[in-house]
């Protein structure tokens, strides 16, 4: 294989009215490294000298421009790269509507530690079928239940599937914690003239719904209707809900009733996550 610069006359040179050591191509690119996505020809290169200020910026000299081999080509790279600039613009509308802290936006599978604990592990493993049978889980209706002690990482791992959903697959999903849930339904008594009917709406029909800390608040009659009317709908509607719990399968018809308990499990795919604190571990490692 040639070099470029020997491929394309003048092309490892420096441009007009600069030196030739600051000019000079920092790497060698060669000409099958860039191929028209659209009509498979081999493109053009042209070395652009960076002028002092951008050299001085990025620490080189200059980079490599691939000439559009075609208008027609030229015309379908602006049409992709506004459906790119659409695509971001829709993921981060998604994500400001999302109701997550700016904290839970970083969650990440990436960035969740799966070798803290084997169940980590396993549930890591668990959660990528979820996210690769994607579009069959959805036409389902069908959600994760994470269930584990404190500090386990269990909101961790629930809202990387989310963050991951919202960006690769563009879904919009509604993060809520339970406890958040009901003080807003409390509120309405308390307030007759609040009106929370569209937020809910949002929440029973969200296409993707996470709720967070199922089973922290104290059980009542009121506490397991309430509930029970969130599910019920989702349910009905087949709308994949991801939940978050301390709450397992044995003690879950106890915590919020049969009727829930019911559709609960038959809703989702349980994720048990077990062990030592997820943070107090991650602490440790980092000593």
């Known amino acids: 294989m040639e070099r470029i610069d020997n491929l394309l006359p003048g092309a490892g040179k420096a441009t007009s009215g600069s030196s030739g050591k600051r000019g000079k191509p920092a790497e060698v690119l060669r000409l099958d490294d860039q191929i028209c996505p659209h009509c498979g020809q081999e493109l053009t290169a042209e070395w652009v000298e960076f002028p002092p200020a951008l050299q001085r910026k990025y620490g080189k000299g200059g980079e490599w421009y691939y000439h559009p081999c075609t208008p027609e080509c030229e015309n379908k790279n602006d049409r992709r790269e ?15 509507k999302s109701g997550l802290s700016k904290r839970m936006k970083g969650y990440t599978l990436t960035s969740f530690k ?52 919202i960006a690769r697959k563009r879904v919009p999903a509604l993060f809520v914690t339970v406890p958040e849930l009901l003080d807003n339904m409390r509120g309405t008594y308390n307030n007759p003239g609040r009106n929370i009917d569209e937020w809910m709406d949002s929440v029973k029909n969200a296409d993707l719904l996470l709720l967070d800390d199922l089973g922290a608040e104290r059980a009542n009659d009121w506490v397991r209707e309430r509930i029970f009317v969130i599910v019920n709908h989702r349910y009905r509607e087949e709308l994949p809900t991801i939940f978050t719990s301390n ?7 106890a915590q919020l009733g049969e009727r829930t308990a019911s559709r609960i499990i038959s809703m989702c795919d349980w994720i048990s996550l077990e062990g030592e604190d997820y943070r107090e571990a991650e602490v440790r490692r980092g000593l």
Request: positive net charge; proline residues 4%.
């Open 114 to 165: 799966p070798y803290v604990s084997p169940a980590a592990a396993r549930a890591v493993e668990k959660v990528q079928g979820y996210l690769k049978e994607w579009d069959e889980n959805r036409s389902a209706g069908r959600g994760l239940y994470f269930v584990g002690d404190v500090g386990t990482g269990k909101t961790h791992l629930a809202v990387a599937v989310m963050n991951e959903l």
């Open 247 to 253: 709450t397992g399968p044995k003690d879950l018809a």
């Open 82 to 96: 506004w459906d790119l600039m659409r695509r971001n613009a829709r993921v981060g509308a998604l994500r400001e």
